[in-house]
């Protein structure tokens, strides 16, 4: 795992050192000279990318490990694996302390609907407005990435 974790960090330098230089990098590296180590500032597209392949590649590799360490007993973890079945009931990760939460669907149903539903906590927007602050974004953060304003 660490292997496809070192080359992808490689090959998204890479991806950022030809955006910035627009693909003109020299032609003939210098012998005489140490490899660079300069580790370029990622757009946020690149960033995403190596964000999702990431964790992709720890999926791969988590998956096809033999041995886990649990924190639950095993009649703990059956039990859970037993409630977790029933569709009467959610469980939840609590808010504060790691513990777990175990409401009766209906209620946390009600409860959410009623939540969402607030004019005063959310509202409806259009996807081409959260796409255009999406982009506004991306440009922006692209813009200082090039303009050298990030230290």
């Not at 590649?57 to 033999?66: D, E, H, Q, S, T």
């Not at 939840?92 to 607030?118: P, S, T, W």
């Not at 906590?121 to 813009?143: D, G, L, P, Q, W």
Request: proline share 2%.
């Amino acid at each position: 795992m660490v292997d496809a974790l070192t080359d992808l960090r490689l090959c998204v330098r890479n991806l950022s050192l030809k955006i910035i230089f627009k693909g003109t990098l020299l032609t003939e590296p210098n012998v005489c000279k140490k490899s660079s180590l300069f580790v370029p500032l990622n757009c946020p597209m690149l960033t995403v990318f190596n964000d999702i392949c990431k964790k992709e590649i720890r999926l791969f590799y988590g998956k096809n490990l033999v041995s886990r360490i649990y924190n639950l007993s095993v009649q703990e973890n059956e039990a859970l694996c037993k409630l977790e079945r029933k569709s009467d009931i959610i469980i939840k990760q609590a808010d504060k302390g790691g513990g777990v939460e175990i409401l009766d669907k209906e209620v946390y149903d009600n409860c959410m609907h009623r939540f969402l539903v607030d004019a005063s906590t959310f509202t409806v927007i259009r996807k081409s407005a959260v796409s255009k602050v999406i982009s506004n974004v991306n440009m922006a953060v692209y813009e200082m990435q090039l303009n050298g304003d990030f230290k």
